[in-house]
């Protein structure tokens, strides 16, 4: 069965600082991740995915995702956070189907 | 082109009632999920419709049941409302049914069950 770890719940950083969003997937086959975000009394929006070829990508607003196989991680990153940018992160994984595997949620905090 | 839509936005039931959800996908989307969020966690997997078929389901009791109709839009039923019920409902859709197609989320119905 496969299974997201988001091992923090909160993240606070200062605007304009780096931030990195850590997600860690548990699964048996090749599998598809992405990342979702979602502001307040809002649906889920998708931020960027991995599906085959560069472990790298990226997303329109500035963020990156590295999809790492041998540390099952797909970290998100941004090198300068803005106020807008505050919401709750979901990693989220799909194996062969489309039921799609959320984890906990991140809640980034951009600090003024 | 509208999004996926879901109604109502909003609703308050009573504990032992029945809802009814439904959603519409987007133009030309075959596939319709159905997902479950409970307050301070992740969206949890319930339904998965393709074609008007059932291709998943996932760890929730027979009280919850679904469909899709010929114009790919679905319903969510909840039958016998318990208070852990309450939750925001959100309804996905894609174009097929196969993993790493992109879905799209709806911006849910938020059920509260008193």
């Known amino acids: 069965a496969q299974s997201v770890t988001q091992l923090d719940s909160q993240v606070p950083v200062f605007e304009e600082a780096p931030v990195e969003l850590r997600c860690n997937y548990s699964s048996s086959v090749s599998v598809y991740l992405f990342w979702y975000v979602q502001y307040p009394n809002q649906g889920l929006q998708l931020l960027l995915k991995?599906?085959?070829?560069?472990?790298l990508v990226e997303s329109i607003n500035g963020f990156e995702a590295e999809f790492n196989k041998s540390q099952t991680s797909f970290h998100l990153r941004k090198p300068s956070v803005h106020i807008s940018d505050t919401a709750e992160y979901f990693c989220?994984?799909?194996?062969?189907?489309?039921?799609?595997?959320f984890g906990t949620g991140t809640k980034l905090q951009v600090i003024p | 082109d509208a999004g996926v839509t879901q109604s109502p936005t909003h609703l308050i039931k009573t504990r032992g009632q029945h809802v009814t959800l439904r959603c519409s996908p987007i133009s030309g989307h075959k596939s319709v999920s159905w997902y479950q969020q409970v307050l301070g966690q992740g969206p949890q997997f319930i339904f998965q419709y393709y074609e008007k078929e059932e291709r998943g389901r996932g760890n929730f009791p027979d009280r919850f049941s679904a469909r899709q109709f010929p114009n790919y839009s679905s319903e969510l039923n909840v039958n016998a409302l318990l208070l852990g019920d309450s939750a925001l409902y959100l309804c996905a859709s894609s174009q097929i049914a196969s993993s790493g197609n992109t879905i799209y989320f709806g911006e849910g119905s938020w059920l509260t069950v008193v």
């Open positions: 989220a994984v799909s194996e062969g189907n489309q039921k799609v595997t």
């Open positions: 991995y599906l085959s070829g560069s472990t």
